[in-house]
């Protein structure tokens, strides 16, 4: 199974001191676990945009969102939108 993982923030393991980043991490490990390919989508709005240009959706079987308490439009570190139709 091929699998499409989008979450709207960067996951580095040397920020991970938090359930927030934590629980992402630990599902992409589980997730490479059990699949035969997971493609990660993460960042700011400009990186997210960049690699869903360059997905082809034909290629997975499933996608996994994960979401936090922030609204995806505000997701940038500055909480300036400026790709808000990307995700």
């Not at 699949?35 to 082809?56: F, P």
Request: charge should be negative; aromatic fraction near 6%.
């Amino acid at each position: 199974m091929n699998l499409l993982y989008c979450i709207i923030r960067d996951i580095d393991p040397e920020l991970a001191t938090s359930g927030t980043m934590i629980r992402p991490l630990m599902l992409r490990s589980a997730f490479k676990g059990v699949c035969d390919r997971v493609a990660l989508i993460d960042g700011g709005s400009g990186n997210r945009k960049r690699l869903w240009q360059k997905i082809d959706y034909h290629d997975f079987d499933a996608v996994h969102r994960e979401l936090n308490t922030l609204p995806i439009a505000l997701s940038d570190s500055d909480h300036i939108s400026r790709h808000p139709f990307v995700d």
